[in-house]
């Protein structure tokens, strides 16, 4: 293996910058598919352990889209959402296996909120090669990195102090954050055993620093 020290190749695109790319019409059968895990990438194209979600009840026993997309095997489904082995013989994950030092990884994921967003590990070489194949099927718009570092597509919270954490884990766990919420100040206050108003301080407070932390990377 050439190249030295493993790094990452990160891919972000929304719908709009994608809309062009092999694959993005998965968005509508899929609300969501994100890799699980890689299964084989030894044979003609390769295959993938993936969860999807979906909308619209869907036949995946025999789901295939020609030089696409293709479900191998069912392991679980539930009525919107489902654990598959699939094969990917598109032309993006057919140059990756081509590529000998690079493999996918994740999170690796296409969402009809959040677009593509694609991880892919390797050696210095081989994710040049990758980032010079790909660069065919990607717009300008959509700009390609080689990085030391993994970024995930979400947000990382904040630490908070330990009772604040204890007060607003409590305010999800109980549904306060619901639409309608499903519990009160008054109610998390009485389970906690202090007033009102000191819930009230916590919830503001971890609000504003989980809020200002949002924002904050959201930039970067």
Known sequence: ???????????????????????????????????????????????????????????????????????????????HSALLIAQFPGPIFSLMQQIEECWLQTPSKLSIKNGLFLTVHGTTNGLKKFRDGIKQFLPDSIKVRITKDLKADWIAAPQLPQR????????????????????????????????QGTVAEHLQSAEGLIIESWSEQSRN
């Open 164 to 195: 604040r954490k204890e007060v607003i884990d409590l305010a999800v766990k109980r549904g306060y954050y619901k639409t309608p919420r499903k519990c009160t100040q008054r109610e998390l206050a009485a389970d906690l055993g202090v007033r």
């Open 1 to 79: 293996m050439s190249g030295g020290i493993l790094r990452f190749l990160q891919v972000k695109a929304s719908l709009e910058q994608g809309k062009d790319l092999p694959g993005i019409m998965l968005v509508d059968y899929f609300t969501e598919m994100e890799v699980v895990s890689p299964i084989s990438c030894t044979g003609t194209h390769p295959e993938f352990l993936i969860s999807v979600k979906y909308k619209d009840e869907i036949d995946l026993s025999s789901f295939s889209i020609e030089g696409i997309f293709e479900v191998i095997k069912i392991i679980s489904k539930e009525k």
